[in-house]
Nanobody, 116 residues
Framework: QVQLVESGGGLVQPGGSLRLSCGAS????????MGWYRQAPGKPRELVAE??????NYADSVKGRFTISRDYAKNTVNLQMNSLKPEDTAVYYC???????????WGQGTQVTVSS
């Protein structure tokens, strides 16, 4: 029943911007911590940013460049990515974390490639 659908990935030049979006269905959106993770080739999946009802948290590598937000009315979570670097190249995954039992749902992933 829970489904996360991502969009917005693509190819951008270094220094460019992308906005990722994730639409959630089949969930009581407000009770989940939402997050964005990424996985580069040969590397483990890492947290990029997460957002609760009132707080945000960012990886040091993206702090000041990326902004996570959520729209409760639309059941979406977004990741605005500015000043992109080649090191940001990865598959980005939307995550919904149900705090009460630590259950996670994942989106299918969307490719972000930063290259000149």
């Amino acid at each position: 029943q829970v489904q996360l659908v991502e969009s917005g990935g693509g190819l951008v030049q270094p220094g460019g911007s992308l906005r990722l979006s994730c639409g959630a269905s089949g969930v009581t959106f407000s009770i989940y911590t939402m997050g964005w993770y990424r996985q580069a080739p040969g590397k483990p999946r890492e947290l990029v940013a997460e957002i609760t009802r009132s707080r945000t948290n960012y990886a040091d590598s993206v702090k000041g460049r990326f902004t996570i937000s959520r729209d409760y009315a639309k059941n979406t979570v977004n990741l605005q990515m500015n000043s992109l670097k080649p090191e940001d190249t990865a598959v980005y995954y939307c995550n919904a974390h149900r705090v009460v039992d630590r259950h996670d749902w994942w989106g299918q992933g969307t490719q972000v490639t930063v290259s000149s």
